[in-house]
């Protein structure tokens, strides 16, 4: 009871969940398979920023050749872009080919915005989601602040210029990848 009334209260404020998500010891290693199987859908060579770094596990199942930004809401070593995805400004992160978020839009107050910034800097996402579909109870206990079915999500990565070109289930979440139409095509 007490998560769910301090997810209202941040999801109201849109304030991020800093002391959970500082300590690494409430990282499960059990996200880990997650993390790779993303990997799987990222192309060699890519100029990889993964939000919601972490444990720094994704870069030692990259492809070969690409390149790797940590970016999480506290510093998680050199390279670190430290970045509150609830913020009320988002810095300008570069120029990536691809952007990580494994287990991390669930707790974004702002998706479309977040989406509109990276538009402009990213080919592709790759990210895992909890859609409503496979996971509709107790979102607010487990610290989420948004609701998306799969279909809401499709439409708000399309209304930021992003397509999907693959997804596929994992456990009760979605993984996908979603190429950016926009930056492709100018």
Same mark, same amino acid.
């Given at each position: 009871m007490?998560?769910? $009334?301090a997810?209202?209260?941040r999801?109201?404020l %849109?304030?991020?969940?800093?002391?959970?998500? +500082?300590?690494?010891?409430?990282h499960?290693?059990?996200?880990?398979?997650?993390?790779?199987? &993303?990997?799987?859908l $990222? +192309?060699?060579?890519?100029?990889? $920023?993964e939000?919601?770094?972490g444990?720094?596990?994704?870069?030692?199942?990259?492809?070969?050749?690409?390149?790797y930004?940590?970016?999480?809401l506290?510093?998680r070593?050199?390279?670190?872009?430290?970045?509150?995805?609830?913020g009320?400004?988002?810095?300008?992160?570069?120029?990536?080919?691809?952007?990580v978020?494994?287990?991390?839009?669930?707790?974004?107050?702002?998706v479309? !915005?977040? &989406?509109?910034h990276?538009?402009k800097?990213?080919?592709? $996402?790759?990210? +895992?989601?909890?859609?409503?579909?496979?996971s509709?109870?107790?979102?607010?206990?487990?610290?989420?602040?948004?609701?998306?079915s !799969?279909?809401?999500?499709?439409?708000?990565?399309?209304?930021s %210029?992003?397509?999907?070109s693959?997804?596929?289930?994992w456990?009760?979440?979605m993984?996908?990848?979603?190429?950016?139409?926009?930056l492709?095509s100018?």
């Amino acid at each position: 009871m007490l998560q769910t $009334i301090a997810t209202l209260i941040r999801k109201y404020l %849109g304030r991020s969940d800093y002391a959970t998500w +500082s300590d690494l010891g409430r990282h499960s290693a059990k996200w880990d398979t997650r993390t790779r199987e &993303l990997a799987l859908l $990222i +192309s060699e060579g890519s100029s990889v $920023i993964e939000f919601g770094a972490g444990r720094l596990v994704l870069p030692s199942a990259l492809p070969e050749g690409c390149s790797y930004t940590p970016s999480d809401l506290v510093d998680r070593g050199p390279g670190t872009i430290v970045c509150d995805l609830n913020g009320p400004a988002l810095p300008d992160f570069g120029r990536y080919s691809t952007a990580v978020f494994s287990g991390v839009l669930e707790y974004v107050n702002d998706v479309p !915005r977040l &989406l509109g910034h990276l538009a402009k800097s990213v080919d592709a $996402i790759v990210c +895992s989601y909890a859609v409503t579909d496979l996971s509709p109870r107790e979102r607010l206990r487990k610290g989420w602040v948004n609701d998306y079915s !799969r279909t809401q999500l499709m439409a708000i990565f399309a209304s930021s %210029g992003f397509e999907c070109s693959h997804e596929h289930t994992w456990k009760s979440q979605m993984l996908f990848r979603f190429e950016n139409t926009a930056l492709s095509s100018g």
